[in-house]
């Protein structure tokens, strides 16, 4: 697939459903791919501290959920992008080894991993003669 | 190249823009919508705050390795350029998605008074950079002395 440019566009979350809190919500923009083993998510969280970052597993429903504290000292003079937690999901099939998902988050990108199940790895299936 | 202008009253843009700004907050407020995007198609976007010692830039650079920016600060003129490669994976997957941008960025933004270019410093936090400009002595807020006849 090509590689996609650099874009500056935050998605907002629109949804009749209302936030108790109040403020914007993004969808952060990922990546999936899939291999034959696994299937690594990788979203981009700027300004996400690892204790406000919420990943949630749900039957099938995979949930990031991400709060951003704003620290900078001054008062705002020039705004170009706004600043709003992060909250998106996805559905996730069956085929995951839901026991064995790992995340990590750096630099402000998450990378989740999650398995496939010993029962969906492919397999090659010998042909006795 | 994007250039831009911060807050700089003298500026006609600055000024079709703070028009343009209270047109779509009269719209707005009017149709029960709340417009919060900025439309610019440069990369990244920044923003900019202040205090009386300094000014601080910010722009959200997720996964942009500190070696792959160069920041440059000339007079008030501050450059910021650099590169977000992404992690490279095996030829061999299958992409569900591909949403996250990489490539070359450049940007160029006027900052609205001199700054003390020596002293200026950049951090990279949690994919947020913030450039902090410490104001030249002539930009810095005085206080006047009231004498009593």
Partial sequence: MAEKELTVDKKEVTNSQEYTREGPVFNPDVDIYETDSELVLIADLPGVLKENLDIDLNENTLTINAHVTQTQKGTIVYKEYDIGDYKRSFTISNVIDQSKIQAELKNGILRVVLPKAEAAMPRKIEIKT | ?149
């Fill in chain 2, 1 to 149: 190249m994007a250039y831009t202008t911060i807050f700089r009253p003298t500026n006609r843009l600055y000024q079709y823009d703070l028009l343009q700004n209270e047109m779509n907050r009269l719209f707005d407020n009017f149709f029960g919508t709340q417009r919060r995007t900025t439309g610019s198609n440069v990369f990244p976007s920044l923003n900019a705050y202040q205090d009386a010692e300094n000014l601080y830039v910010t722009a959200e650079l997720p996964g942009i390795d500190v070696s792959d920016i160069e920041i440059n600060v000339e007079g008030d003129t501050l450059h910021i350029k650099g590169e977000r490669k992404l992690t490279n994976t095996d030829k061999d997957v299958r992409y569900h998605r591909q949403e996250r941008g990489s490539g070359q960025f450049s940007r160029t933004i006027h900052l609205p008074f001199p700054v003390n270019s020596e002293t200026v410093t950049a951090e990279m936090k949690l994919g947020v950079l913030t450039i902090s400009l410490p104001k030249a002595d002539e930009a810095k807020p005085r206080k006047i002395n009231i004498k009593t006849a």
